[in-house]
């Protein structure tokens, strides 16, 4: 069946520091890949996303890379702010599927001044 | 994008009773998805509900205790019947994009006392 992990939590950064939260999938076919993100008391907003393998999804400074040599979709961010701080969720989906979600366990990120 | 309305936002319900959540969507959809969040972990999905049929539910989710209703291609309700502590989550209502990615609502925090 199809899987997600991440990397767990929490991460604690420092403002400006760099950002990366692996993820990794198990997946029948051809997934499109996510990452959402939930701020504190709100529901999800999808972050960006990649359909086909070696696509890059950028959004807000983050970005995500499809590498299906490796079955990953880890996270990037150059320098984050604390308005970065929320919990992120790496996800997959694909269409044989009937386009359900599947979650990793989600990676609570904390940047501090 | 789509648009999503969750009501309640949040509830504290006495144990044995039910709730229901309503979903509105400002376009018409054919696939609408309920979730639950447990404190603390990911999002699992209870159910896909498409106008005109049944709810199809996830291994570990019925109908008595979740029945759906999907009157229209705007609107969908999810009932949580005879509520114990242990159903004490966030409830989300998601919706398929035009392409491959899910919208969500805000999210209905559920508390059982």
């Known amino acids: 069946g199809n899987s997600v992990t991440q990397m767990e939590g929490p991460v604690t950064l420092s403002e400006e520091a760099f950002l990366t939260i692996n993820c990794t999938y198990t997946a029948t076919g051809y997934p499109s890949l996510f990452w959402y993100v939930q701020y504190p008391g709100e529901g999800l907003q999808l972050l960006l996303k990649?359909?086909?393998?070696?696509d890059k999804g950028s959004n807000k400074g983050f970005e995500a890379t499809y590498r299906k040599e490796t079955t990953s979709f880890h996270l990037e961010k150059g320098s984050v702010q604390v308005s970065d701080s929320a919990v992120y969720f790496c996800a997959l989906s694909y269409t044989g599927g009937g386009n359900k979600l599947t979650f990793g366990t989600g990676t609570q990120l904390k940047v501090e001044l | 994008s789509a648009v999503i309305s969750q009501k309640p936002s949040r509830d504290i319900c006495q144990r044995g009773t039910s709730l229901t959540i309503q979903c509105q969507v400002d376009s018409q959809v054919t696939m609408m998805f309920w979730y639950r969040q447990q404190p603390g972990q990911s999002l699992t999905l209870i159910a896909t509900?498409?106008?005109?049929?049944?709810?199809?539910?996830e291994s570990g989710f019925v109908i008595d205790k979740f029945p759906i209703s999907r009157p229209n291609l705007t609107f969908s309700t999810l009932t949580v019947s005879n509520m114990s502590p242990e159903d004490s989550s966030i409830y989300l209502c998601s919706v398929k994009g035009a392409s491959t990615e899910a919208f969500f609502g805000q999210g209905t925090r559920l508390t059982v006392v």
């Open positions: 509900a498409n106008q005109g049929s049944e709810a199809t539910y």
């Open positions: 990649a359909t086909k393998a070696d």
